[in-house]
């Protein structure tokens, strides 16, 4: 079958670094996606890894291994406005999203 | 700019009653989704559609069904709504296959 696993709750202060890790077992890869979900919000883009290796956007970096199955999305400078939940999404061999239950992360002051 | 608007908001509905879930994007992406989100559980793909006139099945379809007429509109129908079908609904479009997804605002729906 196919699974996807992330932590479920994570804690962090403001101002610190944070990595969600993300692994997957799927049929097949064609790319591993991050969105961010506020409470009571609709899902937003976050990030795209297809290839190995770590894509930086501003204070948020995604990593990719393809062999290991494994992927990380590096958050720094936490911010209050950060507290969300983080979605990690592989898209499989047949291009259907297949989606981890989310990690909950609280930031403290 | 809209993007991708769902309609309703929210929803209480008696079992065994009809119910449609808008969507509508003005994006002109080809691909569209509908999802369901449990508490605890992952998104949920019920049905999509690659592309204007095409449906296809996601993991969840039983009780559903889509349609997909023009470009833009992609509604959600559940013939005879039960209490296990309580859920977040969340229409999603893009504009292509493995291209990032934007997703409506989302609709609450109880089946009491």
């Known amino acids: 079958g196919q699974n996807i696993d992330q932590p479920t709750e994570m804690t962090a202060t403001e101002g610190a670094i944070v990595q969600i890790n993300c692994t997957y077992q799927t049929s097949g890869f064609n790319g591993l996606f991050w969105y961010q979900q506020h409470a009571g919000e609709a899902p937003t883009f976050l990030s795209y890894n297809v290839l190995d290796g770590l894509e930086e956007k501003g204070r948020f970096s995604s990593f990719l291994s393809r062999s290991k199955g494994y992927s990380y999305l590096l958050l720094k400078e936490l911010q209050m406005k950060d507290s969300a939940s983080y979605l990690c999404a592989v898209m499989d061999s047949n291009y259907q999203l297949i989606w981890g239950a989310g990690t909950k992360l609280i930031i403290k002051p | 700019i809209a993007g991708i608007t769902q309609a309703p908001t929210s929803q209480i509905l008696a079992a065994g009653r009809r119910m449609t879930l808008r969507c509508t994007q003005d994006?002109?992406?080809?691909?569209m989704y509908w999802y369901r989100q449990d508490l605890g559980l992952g998104l949920r793909l019920i049905h999509y559609s690659n592309t204007a006139g095409t449906t296809g099945k996601g993991e969840v379809p039983d009780g559903y069904s889509v349609s997909r007429a023009n470009t833009d509109d992609f509604p959600l129908t559940l013939a005879s709504a039960v209490p296990s079908q309580t859920s977040v609904y969340f229409c999603?479009?893009?504009?292509?296959?493995?291209?990032?997804?934007?997703f409506g605002q989302g609709t609450r729906l109880t089946v009491v």
């Open positions: 994006m002109r992406h080809n691909a």
């Open positions: 999603a479009s893009s504009a292509g296959t493995n291209t990032e997804a934007f």
